[in-house]
């Protein structure tokens, strides 16, 4: 029986290592940790100034609950930006769950012109004010000519403003972050009394059946079992709570159901769809 | 001594059970499903952006007959095309939808190659906007189609793998079929879409 069962995860072993070495082999570019709203990976802005962009990205999500973070690195070879763009897009999930408000602008300073330089990523849920076509004008009309010029702040800036501008256009829900949390504990006590009543019931008619007439030894010790049973699913109940609304007191600005992740933030559980726009300066 | 026995028995079936894979069927194949209509969707937009952008070629470039054309029977040819439930378990109806895909795309690439002799065409602001439009949903459709080769995958893996591929026989969910390698050059050659900036 149990070579049996153990057959599936041996074949699936073997397929996820093949894919492993695969992934491996292709040596992508890693998706770095989301440790602020600017990422600066290509040293172009000065600290200072990554620091002032920084701080427009956390007041615009504290007013309005969207996320928008800026990316710099310096290449996303062997990917085009896009395939890298959705990467990490999908591995930040940027924006508020169900209302998919992330953008994430990345810019690749020393890509090769084929693999294109600039890219917004746009979440599902703004595609309404920022459309494909605008992405594309704020990339080469807003950000482009000061990129130029070696403008790198003034460009991002610019950039950043007119992403902003066009995310107020789209009539999203307000933030409710004070609101969305404490729904969240609400849920987590739901869940574990539902735990505890069903537990309760189960063991009850379990207990009820075993005690009918049946010379029976060791009653005591299915009793003992239960109890382990039941405290150890009761102790992961309320650690997954205490877990949960931890993310969100120490996340800060985690939207939705996001947990914290070593110092950074988190997205909400936004989606995308790979819409947006690529360009280069 | 007995009684654990019993138990052991109980919670060995139960393991079976679970093994046998029903519910991952159940949610696999729904995931599939949905990154198949969301695949189809992008489609769809697509062929909902090509009357505007082959009118507004045609205002610049109305000698270019050929190339206009290909693109309008294309896309016509995409549309007509039946899209069915069966078309997810029917690998003929799937290479054909595959097909007529691949062939506006690169009818579509001509075009814009085409487009490219054309200065005024190009400053063009609503031509400039219909090809940005063009390229995100190329791009949306790329995505669109990975996400489905991988739900495909992870549901192909279950149908295939034992012991699940006896549920999979039972209750007939057989192995679907995937976008292959041919096609994908077919859609990586699209991108000709993406011209210089």
């Known amino acids: ?281 | 001594m007995k009684k654990w026995f019993a138990w052991l028995a109980i919670a060995a079936s139960v393991l079976t059970l679970s093994s046998c894979g029903y519910n991952d069927f159940q949610a696999k194949d729904e995931a599939t499903k949905a990154a198949w209509g969301e695949v189809v969707n992008q489609y769809q937009r697509r062929a909902d952006l090509i009357p505007n952008l082959v009118n507004t070629v045609k205002g610049y470039a109305a000698h270019e007959k050929d190339t206009l054309e290909a693109v309008t029977k294309a896309r016509a040819a995409a549309t007509s095309f039946q899209i069915t439930p069966e078309v997810l378990t029917n690998p003929e109806a799937f290479n054909k939808f595959q097909q007529v895909q691949g062939q506006l795309s690169s009818a579509l690439s001509r075009l814009m190659a085409v487009s490219e002799n054309y200065p005024q065409l190009k400053a063009d602001t609503s031509f400039r906007d219909l090809q940005s439009q063009l390229e995100g949903t190329e791009n949306r459709i790329t995505v669109a189609r990975q996400r489905y080769i991988t739900s495909v995958q992870e549901y192909n893996v279950l149908a295939r793998s034992f012991p699940t591929n006896i549920t999979a026989k039972i209750f007939s969910y057989p192995v679907k079929p995937s976008f292959t390698v041919d096609n994908e050059k077919a859609i990586s050659t699209a991108p000709a879409v993406n011209f210089g900036k």
């Open chain 1, 1 to 281: 029986m149990p070579s049996f069962r153990a057959l599936p995860a041996f074949f699936l072993s073997i397929l996820l290592t093949g894919f492993l070495q695969l992934a491996g082999a292709q040596d992508f570019v890693a998706v770095p940790a989301l440790s602020s709203h600017v990422i600066d990976q290509a040293q172009m802005l000065e600290e200072q100034q990554r620091r002032a962009l920084d701080q427009v990205l956390v007041d615009y999500e504290t007013r309005t609950g969207s996320q928008i973070v800026v990316l710099l690195i310096s290449s996303t070879a062997p990917e085009a930006i896009e395939q890298y763009g959705i990467r990490v897009a999908d591995a930040w999930k940027l924006g508020r769950k169900g209302i998919d408000d992330g953008v994430i602008l990345i810019v690749a300073k020393d890509n090769p012109k084929a693999l294109r330089r600039l890219r917004i990523e746009a979440g599902r849920g703004v595609q309404g004010s920022l459309t494909d076509a605008k992405s594309k004008r704020i990339l080469e009309d807003v950000i482009a000519p000061h990129f130029r010029q070696n403008d790198y702040y003034g460009g991002l800036a610019a950039g950043v403003s007119a992403l902003t501008s066009l995310l107020d256009e789209e009539h999203l829900p307000a933030a409710e972050k004070a609101k969305q949390a404490s729904a969240q504990e609400d849920d987590g006590w739901i869940e574990l009394i539902a735990v505890v009543v069903f537990l309760a019931v189960f063991f009850g008619v379990i207990l009820f059946v075993r005690r009918r007439p049946r010379n029976n030894l060791n009653n005591n010790d299915w009793g003992h079992t239960a109890g382990v049973i039941i405290g150890s699913i009761l102790s992961d109940a309320v650690q997954n709570r205490g877990s949960r609304s931890g993310g969100f007191s120490s996340g800060g600005f985690g939207g939705g159901s996001g947990s914290s992740s070593g110092g950074g933030f988190s997205g909400g559980g936004g989606g995308f769809d790979g819409g947006g726009a690529s360009g280069d300066w």
